[in-house]
C-alpha cells in the first residue's frame, strides 16, 4: 500500500524532516534538561519545557495535558514510549513516588506489575518504533497500534498492528481473522501482526535483558479477491493471502 498524503507538499515536509533527525533532537535535548517524567497508575507524566513539547509532539511521544501552567508543559507518556525513552534513548528518569528509579529493574518491574504482557507489548513497540515507524493507539480501529510513515498530520497509518505470542488465544479462528482484516480494510488500512517469540514464563521476565532474547515476525494478512485469479487477468497477477513483510525504514 503508497503512503496516503494527507495535503499536497505533504510528502516534501517528510522528506525534508525525516523522523530519524527529529528524534535524535529530541534524545539530546531531554538528555542535557535531566528531564524526569512520574509513574501515575498505567501512565508516566513527563514535565518538559515548551520547546520540548513540541519535539515531543514532532516525534510523536505522548499526549500534551492541559494545564494552567505556563513554565512547564505536562506530556503523558504510555508505558511503551516512557520507556523507550527510558531505556533506548536514554534521555529521562523516572520516579515513583518522587523517588528517582535509577535502576532499570525497578522500572520494568513497576510496569510489569501493572501490565504483565507489557514485556511483549514493549518488544513490538520499540521493534516498530526503531525502524522510525510511529506508533499511535489503535483502540478506536480494535488493535493495539496504528502505524505511520511520518507524523500523523502529513499522513494517513498505513498498519493496524495486532500484537501476540506463540500461546496467544488471538486470530486463532477464521471468523477473528475476517473481522480484523474487514474492519482494516474499511479504514484503508493493512492488516499487520507481529508475533513475539520467546520464554514469557519465569524469573527472566524480571529483567529488561530479557528483550534480547526475544525476536519479531512480522506478517501482513490481507483479503483474498477472487477477481484476481479469474482466466481473463493477465497470469501476473497473484492474489496473497499471507506475506511475511520485511519493514524497512520509513
Known sequence: MAPRWKWKGAEAKALAEPISNSVLELQLSLAKTESSGTLSSCNVLLAVEP?????LDRCCFGRLVLSAEKVKKWIQLSFE????????????????????????????????SKRPNFPMFYKAYSHLRSK????????????????????????????SVLVQSGDSDRLRVWSDIHCAVRLSGSVAKTLLTLYVNGNFKGEG????????????????????SPELSREDETTNSKPIVTSV?????P
Not at 520547546?51 to 519535539?55: D, G, K, T, V, Y
Not at 534521555?91 to 525497578?106: A, F, M, T
Open 51 to 55: 520547546e520540548q513539547a513540541e519535539l
Open 205 to 224: 521476565l524480571n529483567l529488561p535483558a530479557c528483550l534480547e532474547d526475544f525476536t519479531v515476525e512480522e506478517q501482513t494478512v490481507s483479503r483474498w
Open 132 to 159: 522510525n515507524w510511529v506508533l499511535r493507539s489503535g483502540l478506536q480501529y480494535g488493535v493495539d497500534f496504528v502505524a505511520y510513515r511520518h507524523h500523523p498530520s502529513l499522513v494517513h497509518s498505513e498498519y
Open 245 to 249: 513483510s520485511n519493514l524497512k525504514n
Open 81 to 112: 514510549e516512557a520507556f523507550f525513552l527510558f531505556h533506548t534513548l536514554k534521555c529521562i528518569k523516572i520516579s515513583l513516588q518522587g523517588r528517582c528509579l535509577e535502576n532499570e529493574v525497578d522500572t520494568w518491574m513497576y510496569m510489569k
